[in-house]
Nanobody, 128 residues
Framework: QVQLTESGGGSVQAGGSLRLSCNVSKHIHSIHDCVGWFRQAPGKEREGVAAIYSSGGAPYYARSVKGRFTISQDRDKNTVYLQMDNLSPDDTGVYYC????????????????????WGQGTQVTVSS
């Protein structure tokens, strides 16, 4: 069983930064997988924020966060990070990481369909 654990959420003022971490319990070094970050604001649908494949290649970003958020991975630590800069109140929500292990098909990794495992989420609150 694979477990995902998010950390790093918190409260910041607009313009501030946070770095979220997603630790994947299963060793992912030799497996072609995909890890994505999603968020859900109160009263809104969950949306994909960023995604990265363990095999490399350019990460994927939602248009709303491109240029402000950076996804990266440390395969030795089985951890995927989401660096969030220049945060705005619109970024408020619960952030979840999800993993597709292994990748089985070509698809848009910013869509939640196809992910096998999900974390419990971490709250991000940005005040104006």
């Amino acid at each position: 069983q694979v477990q995902l654990t998010e950390s790093g959420g918190g409260s910041v003022q607009a313009g501030g930064s946070l770095r979220l971490s997603c630790n994947v319990s299963k060793h992912i070094h030799s497996i072609h997988d995909c890890v994505g970050w999603f968020r859900q604001a109160p009263g809104k649908e969950r949306e994909g924020v960023a995604a990265i494949y363990s095999s490399g290649g350019a990460p994927y970003y939602a248009r709303s966060v491109k240029g402000r958020f950076t996804i990266s991975q440390d395969r030795d630590k089985n951890t995927v990070y989401l660096q969030m800069d220049n945060l705005s109140p619109d970024d408020t929500g619960v952030y979840y990481c999800a993993a597709e292990i292994p990748v089985r098909s070509s698809r848009n990794p910013l869509r939640s369909e196809g992910y096998d495992y999900w974390g419990q989420g971490t709250q991000v609150t940005v005040s104006s």
